[in-house]
């Protein structure tokens, strides 16, 4: 009888890369956004621009992570879990897979705004053309507080699941945590 704890309760190789890239991309960003805020501008430009980038290649990799979850089945639940353990789970996967697109997109749209249509340089390598907002500081501005009030949210949103998969790993020992993590026994 298989359990949680054997490699086949795992996620797929790829949904487990794609979920730490991901990870990793949004800390990079997060960070990059927030160091950059007291930087002299032309150095606040540059930081900027590459956070950008790291936007927009979050959104292309949330989609490819959308098709691979569709494609390829997550593992079954671990038995154990409560049912509102179970039922935090699910809203808090369809949460972040929203933020994911969300805080990306209202990026995008905020730096069409901004720059009154002018594309988004992926890392210099080619250009997202803007996305068809008004050109204008109202709109700029309401995209600006949608991204960083969802960009809070997913702050909070992450603190929770590592919580959470810290509860699982120490308190409840479930071995749930292996699932996303390969290098775990």
């Not at 797929?12 to 997060?30: C, F, Q, Y």
């Amino acid at each position: 009888m298989e359990t949680a704890t054997t490699s086949a309760a795992r996620y797929s190789r790829g949904a487990i890369i794609l979920h730490w890239l991901i990870a990793v991309l949004i800390i990079l960003n997060v960070t990059a956004a927030w160091v950059s805020e007291d930087m002299p501008k032309p150095d606040r430009a540059m930081i900027m621009g590459n956070h950008k980038a790291i936007g927009i290649t979050i959104l292309l990799l949330t989609v490819l992570r959308i098709v691979w979850r569709v494609a390829h089945r997550p593992p079954a639940m671990i038995e154990t879990l409560k049912a509102w353990e179970a039922a935090l789970a699910r809203v808090t996967h369809v949460v972040f897979y929203f933020l994911m697109l969300a805080i990306p997109l209202s990026g995008w749209a905020m730096s069409s705004a901004f720059g009154k249509g002018k594309g988004v340089s992926i890392f210099g390598l080619f250009t997202m053309p803007a996305l068809p907002v008004a050109y204008d500081k109202p709109t700029a501005e309401m995209f600006a507080e949608m991204h960083e009030v969802l960009a809070t949210l997913m702050l909070v949103l992450f603190a929770l699941h590592v919580a959470g998969a810290l509860k699982h790993q120490f308190l409840d020992r479930d071995g749930s945590l292996r699932r996303m993590v390969p290098w775990l026994p």
